[in-house]
């Protein structure tokens, strides 16, 4: 529907109307919610958002009321438990439904337009979730009707507003206003078997424009996750952060660190991910005694030349592993910045990494084996 957004959808019922927006964000997203028993973080948010057009009515639009508040939260609880889990979507997913007209439950309209949006943006929702509001006419005899998807008038004039929402399996909200003293176990069935047929009738509805999850928008954010040891996370990250800003601003993607060696890396563009990916990659990755590999000379010294190898990682070719010969200097062959191919022949009691040039090929990177002569 917006084709700048990463998701969106316009669901109108009757005079009620409801412009939705779905949008996708990383860990660094999340929601910080300051709870009585400590802080926890949410990686669903939903904002529900009432202005005085929808209504005909001119007024000031300033802080969210109480009652946006409420008819939020409602229309949150109804899709927070069709959401994949965090393992499969790590993604921080918001959702804002802009009400652009409203005449009778707009949260339900909310409901049904963030399904819809979800499910455009790409989100694997377990089930489609549609929601109705359930309206009462109570006589003093105790005779009653009960009204499907009420207008404001019903709302107003009527003894309960009803909210039901849920899937095609079951119900996933419920909120009920009443003006009366109660209602009967007789009422509430009746309620909840019209509400279940108006919910089927409006995923019936919902689902001839989408039914199951669209494809990921061009400009949502791709995640990419790799696991590496704990003991290479300081390395990851360096002295002051060093190494990981360096990586951020290098690739240009968003990158977030767990304790438990978790890193998601996120960019709407692929080769972002893919370079911020080989980056980490060279810093926690061991190099294999044995393999061949393509360096740059980066300093010369009296016994040898250091090489740049693998990422980050340095090694010395001893002088004597130049060439299959004497030389009085490495300079006497070597240049720093030139390209040599060089073999890991392993690593020394300090932990030090021992190269060797003379058993590669540096035409063509391959390992010369020396003919075994025949005794």
């Known amino acids: 529907l917006l084709p700048r957004t990463h998701g969106s959808a316009l669901f109108t019922r009757g005079e009620t109307q409801a412009l939705v927006v779905t949008t996708l964000g990383t860990g660094d997203d999340e929601q ?3 709870a009585l028993h400590g802080n926890f973080r949410s990686n669903f948010l939903l904002h529900y958002n009432f202005p005085p057009y929808s209504v005909g009515e001119v007024g000031r639009v300033g802080a969210t009321g109480r009652r946006e508040i409420g ?13 994949p889990a965090a393992t499969d979507f790590p993604y921080t997913i918001r959702v804002v439904s802009e009400i652009t007209e409203s005449n009778g439950s707009s ?12 499910m455009d943006a790409g989100v694997p929702l377990k089930s489609p979730v549609a929601g109705v509001a359930m309206g009462l006419i109570l006589e003093e005899d105790g005779s009653y009707a009960v009204l499907t998807d009420i207008l404001g008038d019903e709302d107003h004039l009527g003894d ?3 909210k039901v929402a849920g899937t095609e399996n079951g119900i996933t909200s419920l909120q009920m206003d009443i003006k009366v003293a109660g209602i009967t176990p007789e009422i509430m069935k009746q309620a909840l078997s019209q509400a279940k047929d108006g919910r089927m009738h409006i995923l019936q509805e919902m689902s001839k424009a989408i039914s199951e999850a669209g494809e990921f928008s061009v400009h949502a954010p791709r995640i990419e996750t790799m696991k590496v040891a704990t003991d290479k996370i300081r390395e990851v990250i360096g002295s002051g952060g060093k190494v990981i800003r360096e990586i951020v601003e290098t690739s240009g993607a968003k990158v977030d660190i767990s304790d438990d060696g978790t890193i998601k890396i996120a960019s709407p563009d692929g080769a972002s991910i893919q370079k911020a990916y080989d980056m980490i990659y060279s810093i926690v990755a061991e190099p294999e005694v044995g393999s061949i590999y393509t360096g740059t000379v980066v300093k010369l010294v009296d016994f040898g030349a ?3 190898f693998f990422g980050k990682r340095d090694g010395l070719v001893h ?3 130049i060439e299959n010969r004497r030389l009085n200097h490495p300079s006497d062959v070597l240049k720093e910045g030139q390209e040599v191919k060089v073999k890991l022949m392993g690593f020394d009691d300090r932990g030090k990494v021992r190269l060797s040039m003379k058993v590669v090929d540096q035409d063509t990177g391959e390992e010369i084996v020396e003919d075994k002569k025949e005794s």
């Open 32 to 34: 910080i919610i300051d």
């Open 71 to 83: 008819h939020g939260k409602l229309a949150w609880r109804a899709l927070q438990a069709v959401l």
């Open 107 to 118: 949260s339900m309209a909310s409901v049904c337009g963030g399904s819809l949006a979800m």
């Open 160 to 162: 309960m507003d009803f």
């Open 306 to 308: 250091f090489v740049n």
């Open 319 to 321: 002088v004597s592993q």
